[in-house]
């Protein structure tokens, strides 16, 4: 007899989304490329599910060279043709040209921070400023926080684009630099223990 396991809510009853949330949101991340895909996606994500931009991923990631800054920071007009005539990834030339202009600011960041890690990391909430008790009723009441409000203007004034307060927000939760798996959830102790043991980058 199958032990019925407790996820957040949002995870639904999809394979793919229930194995997103098991194995990868809210467990943290110090790898540029992965923190970088993740801010592009959600770009991509704006106005749509998460759940649409999960299943078109592997197309993204071949559609932008796995999302390897140096590469897609040199993409041009060319690129942006190809890209919009790509069905495999959501064909919107403002959030293509966003990526793009990204790579190149995420460029600047590593110059200045020595990593995107070190700069993303500095923006985690301190303890004491996160909610005890997460219910799922409380965590819809989320969806911006001071934190990711101040990242959000931060990365506008560095000129990145399509990083508003909910964008950088859903990023930091699935990025792990806050545990929002909810109290219940078979995943909130493994994440905590993780985020416990991560030596964050400087």
Same mark, same amino acid.
């Given at each position: 007899?199958?032990?019925?396991?407790?996820?957040?809510? $949002?995870?639904? !009853?999809?394979?793919?989304?229930?194995?997103?949330?098991?194995?990868?949101?809210?467990?943290?991340?110090?790898?540029?490329?992965?923190?970088?895909?993740?801010?592009?996606?959600?770009?991509?994500?704006?106005?749509? !599910? $998460?759940?649409?931009?999960?299943?078109?991923?592997?197309?993204?990631?071949?559609?932008?060279?796995?999302?390897?800054?140096?590469?897609?920071?040199?993409?041009?007009?060319?690129?942006?043709?190809?890209?919009? !005539?790509?069905?495999?990834?959501?064909?919107?030339?403002?959030?293509?040209?966003?990526?793009?202009?990204?790579?190149?600011?995420?460029?600047?960041?590593?110059?200045?921070?020595?990593?995107?890690?070190?700069?993303? $990391?500095?923006?985690?909430?301190?303890?004491?400023?996160?909610?005890?008790?997460? !219910? $799922?009723?409380?965590?819809?009441?989320?969806?911006?926080?001071?934190?990711?409000?101040?990242?959000?203007?931060?990365?506008?004034?560095?000129?990145?684009?399509?990083?508003?307060?909910?964008?950088?927000?859903?990023?930091?939760?699935?990025?792990?630099?806050?545990?929002?798996?909810?109290?219940?959830?078979?995943?909130?102790?493994?994440?905590?223990?993780?985020?416990?043991?991560?030596?964050?980058?400087?």
């Amino acid at each position: 007899m199958d032990v019925e396991i407790t996820r957040c809510d $949002w995870a639904g !009853s999809d394979p793919l989304y229930q194995h997103y949330h098991d194995t990868e949101w809210g467990y943290p991340v110090d790898d540029d490329t992965r923190l970088f895909e993740k801010l592009c996606l959600e770009g991509f994500q704006s106005g749509l !599910s $998460w759940l649409t931009i999960l299943k078109k991923r592997e197309n993204f990631r071949a559609a932008f060279a796995g999302f390897d800054i140096e590469t897609v920071a040199r993409f041009t007009e060319a690129d942006v043709e190809r890209l919009l !005539s790509d069905a495999g990834i959501v064909r919107h030339r403002g959030k293509i040209n966003s990526t793009i202009n990204n790579a190149q600011r995420a460029l600047a960041l590593r110059e200045e921070f020595g990593s995107l890690a070190a700069y993303f $990391w500095r923006f985690e909430p301190r303890p004491e400023d996160r909610p005890g008790d997460l !219910s $799922w009723e409380s965590l819809r009441q989320i969806a911006t926080t001071p934190a990711s409000t101040v990242l959000s203007k931060d990365l506008k004034k560095r000129g990145f684009s399509f990083v508003g307060p909910t964008t950088c927000y859903a990023f930091m939760q699935a990025m792990g630099l806050v545990n929002d798996h909810v109290t219940e959830c078979h995943c909130r102790e493994k994440a905590e223990a993780e985020r416990a043991a991560f030596v964050r980058p400087v």
